[in-house]
C-alpha cells in the first residue's frame, strides 16, 4: 500500500509524463517529414506510455492518481521562459530528460522500494535514456544551422534554470519528497 | 514583405479563432492559456513566414501587437 507522500510522487511523475507526451503530441504533428518528426512522434508515444505505466502502477497499488494542476514542465517554461524555436525546444527537453533520468535512477535505489514501482521505474528509465540519445543527436545535426555556441549556451541557460526549479520543487514539498533524498 | 493583418490572420487560423478577437493590446496568455500551445503558436508562425527567432527575440513579447510587430520587423530585416 502506498503512504500519502509517495502516492503523490508517483502521481507528480504521472501527470509529467501526461504533459510531455501532450507537448510532443502537438508538436510530432505539425513537424515536417523526416528524421526528427519520426523520433519525436516515437518520443511522445513513449511518454504516454509512461503515464500509462504509472497509472498502472498506482492502480496495481491499490491507489487512484492524484489530480495535479501543474507539472514539473510548466515551472520549467517559468523559469526558462518558453522556448522559440526547435532547437530550443530540443535544448529544454534534453535538460528536462537528465533531470527525470537522475530523479528515477535515485527513486530507483531506495532500499525499501516497492518491487512494482521498480519495474515501473527500470521500464521507463530504459526509454528515457534513448530520449537523451535522440536529442543529443539531433542537437548536433543542428550545428551547422544554429551554431554550436549559440546551442552551448542555450544548453548552459536551461541548466541554469533547471537547477533553479529543482531547488524550489525540493523545497516547496520537502515533506512529500523526504523519503527520496535520504 | 508581411504585414500586420497577415500575422494575425495567420494567429487566428492557428487559435481558430476570429481575427476581430485580436487586438493589438490583446495579451497572450488571455488567448492561450496553457504555454506549450504558445510555443506551439510562435513555431507555426516562423515555418508560415519563413523567420527564425530565438528565446530572446521573444523576451518582451506580452500581446498581440508585440507579436505581430516583432514578425513585421523582423520580415523587413531579412528582406
Not at chain 1, 532547437?87 to 530523479?103: A, D, P, S, W, Y
Not at chain 2, 485580436?22 to 492561450?32: P, R
Request: hydrophobic share 40%; charged share 25%; aromatic share 10%.
Amino acid at each position: 500500500m502506498l503512504d500519502e507522500n509517495e502516492l503523490w510522487v508517483l502521481s507528480f511523475y504521472r501527470s509529467s509524463e501526461i504533459s510531455g507526451s501532450l507537448f510532443f503530441g502537438r508538436l510530432a504533428r505539425s513537424m515536417k517529414p523526416g528524421a526528427i518528426q519520426r523520433d519525436m512522434t516515437k518520443h511522445f508515444s513513449d511518454e504516454a506510455a509512461h503515464a500509462w505505466y504509472w497509472t498502472s502502477c498506482i492502480e496495481e497499488l491499490g491507489a487512484k492518481p492524484i489530480k495535479l494542476s501543474s507539472s514539473y514542465q510548466d515551472q520549467y517554461l517559468t523559469a526558462a521562459g518558453p522556448p522559440s524555436n526547435l532547437m530550443e525546444i530540443l535544448g529544454i527537453t534534453q535538460v528536462f530528460e537528465k533531470r527525470v533520468v537522475n530523479q528515477y535512477g535515485r527513486h530507483s535505489q531506495l532500499p525499501e522500494i516497492n518491487p512494482i514501482v521498480q519495474n515501473t521505474l527500470t521500464k521507463i528509465m530504459a526509454d528515457e535514456k534513448w530520449h537523451i540519445e535522440w536529442i543529443h543527436d539531433a542537437l548536433k545535426l543542428m550545428e551547422p544551422e544554429y551554431g554550436k555556441d549559440l546551442i552551448d549556451k542555450t544548453l548552459k541557460r536551461f541548466w541554469e534554470a533547471d537547477q533553479e526549479v529543482y531547488r524550489k520543487t525540493m523545497q516547496e514539498h520537502e515533506q512529500r519528497l523526504k523519503y527520496l533524498v535520504k | 514583405m508581411i504585414d500586420k493583418n497577415a500575422v494575425k490572420e495567420q494567429i487566428a487560423t492557428f487559435l481558430k479563432q476570429p481575427v476581430s478577437r485580436l487586438q493589438d493590446d490583446t495579451s497572450l496568455t488571455s488567448l492561450v492559456v496553457e504555454s506549450f500551445i504558445l510555443v506551439e503558436m510562435i513555431i507555426d508562425l516562423q515555418d508560415a513566414f519563413g523567420l527564425r527567432l530565438v528565446q530572446e527575440d521573444m523576451k518582451d513579447v506580452k500581446t498581440v501587437g508585440d507579436l505581430t510587430q516583432l514578425f513585421v520587423s523582423r520580415a523587413g530585416a531579412a528582406s
